[in-house]
C-alpha cells in the first residue's frame, strides 16, 4: 500500500513539474506558484506544497523536467550521426524543432527563464547554467571534431559557439513572434562556418 502511494505521489509530481515547464516557458520561473499549478491540474494546495515543500524546490524539480525532455527531443536523437559537422546539424536540426514545433507552449524554457536568474545566485540559477554549460560544451565539442578531422576550416571554437548559442535564442524569440524565416536564418548561419575549408 505505501508503495502505491509513493509510486502515485511520484507520478503527481513529475505530472506539476512537466506542467509547470509549460509555464514557466511562457512566464519564466518566477511566474510559477504551488498555487497556480495546483489550481490549473484540479489538484490541492496541501498536496502540490506537500510534494515540493518549497517553490525553490518546485522551480528546481521544473528545471530537471525540461532538461530531461530536452535532452530526449534534441540530444538523444542527434547521438546517432556521425561525430563532428554531421552530429552539429543534427543537433541543431533538432533544436530548431523543438523550438518550431514546440515542445514547450512558450518555446525555449531556457531563454524565457535564465534573465530571471542570471544574477540571482542560489540552486536555481545553478541547475540553469549547468544545463546551458552542457549544451554550449556539446557544441564545441562537435565543433573542434569537426575542424580536427579537416570537415571545416580552423575557427575558433569559443567564439563561434557564442554566435551560435545567440543566433538560436534570437530564432527562438523570432518564431514566437511569428517570423518563420527565421529558421532558414538559422540554417544559413550554420552553413557559413560548417563550410569545408579550401
Not at 37 to 51: E, F, H, N, P
Not at 57 to 62: K, S
Not at 123 to 134: K, M, N, Q
Amino acid at each position: 500500500m505505501a508503495d502505491q502511494r509513493l509510486v502515485r505521489g511520484t507520478r503527481t509530481r513529475r505530472k506539476i513539474a512537466r506542467h509547470g515547464v509549460d509555464v514557466a516557458s511562457l512566464e519564466g520561473l518566477n511566474g510559477l506558484s504551488i498555487g497556480r499549478l495546483a489550481t490549473d491540474l484540479g489538484l490541492s494546495k496541501s498536496g502540490v506544497q506537500t510534494l515540493f515543500k518549497t517553490k525553490e524546490n518546485l522551480q528546481l524539480a521544473v528545471a530537471e523536467s525540461a532538461r530531461e525532455e530536452f535532452t530526449e527531443a534534441v540530444v538523444r536523437p542527434a547521438q546517432t550521426a556521425q561525430p563532428g559537422i554531421t552530429r552539429l546539424r543534427a543537433l541543431t536540426e533538432h533544436w530548431i524543432t523543438y523550438v518550431e514545433t514546440p515542445l514547450f507552449a512558450g518555446g525555449c524554457f531556457w531563454a524565457a527563464s535564465l534573465p530571471d536568474f542570471d544574477s540571482h545566485p542560489g540552486r536555481v540559477r545553478d541547475a540553469l547554467l549547468l544545463h546551458r554549460h552542457t549544451w554550449l560544451t556539446l557544441l564545441a565539442t562537435e565543433l573542434r571534431r569537426a575542424v580536427d578531422a579537416g570537415e571545416i576550416a580552423q575557427l575558433d571554437v569559443g567564439l563561434t559557439v557564442f554566435q551560435l548559442d545567440a543566433v538560436l535564442n534570437a530564432a527562438n524569440t523570432a518564431l514566437r513572434l511569428g517570423e518563420s524565416d527565421a529558421v532558414s536564418k538559422v540554417r544559413r548561419v550554420v552553413d557559413g562556418f560548417s563550410a569545408p575549408p579550401c
